[in-house]
């Protein structure tokens, strides 16, 4: 499916990229603080501040589309991860802080049919629009619980 048939673009949530700075900043400090000499607990911090904004930065530049026949998520890195809708069992929206879409569906099987006796799920990350999207895909919202 080429891009100008995904009629609804739901971007990352903007909080991806205050965290991906965030975390850059704290890594970027932390290796200003080892020129003055290398230690463990320092040169660990950095790591784990990198790989914060790493994670948090691929997050952020993540991006959920909508058609009339299927959802899909497009992250960096990675091949675009695709659910027609007619395979979608359940979607909900969940969390506290950054709410998320997590939507359940039943995988082809090897001759092209459903298989209806498996789950799988796709997490979506938060995005702008969420009521939006779950109430598109015929889910929950958080607003309206049990619709």
Not at 82 to 109: C, D, F, K, N, S
Not at 129 to 134: E, F, R, S, T
């Amino acid at each position: 499916m080429t891009d100008s048939e995904f009629h609804t673009i739901f971007p990352a949530h903007p909080a991806y990229r205050w965290l991906a700075l965030s975390s850059g900043v704290v890594a970027l400090l932390l290796m200003w603080e080892l020129r003055q000499g290398l230690t463990w607990g320092m040169a660990g911090g950095s790591v784990v501040a990198l790989a914060a904004a790493g994670y948090w930065g691929r997050l952020a530049l993540c991006r959920v589309e909508l058609s009339a026949t299927q959802v899909q998520l497009v992250a960096p890195a990675a091949a675009p991860r695709r659910v027609e809708r007619r395979q979608i069992a359940q979607v909900y929206a969940e969390g506290r802080l950054l709410p998320a879409a997590l939507v359940l569906y039943h995988p082809r099987r090897a001759d092209g049919l459903f298989d209806h006796e498996e789950l799988r799920s796709l997490s979506l990350p938060a995005v702008v629009g969420l009521d939006d999207l779950v109430a598109a895909l015929g889910g929950e919202s958080m607003e309206h619980p049990g619709r």
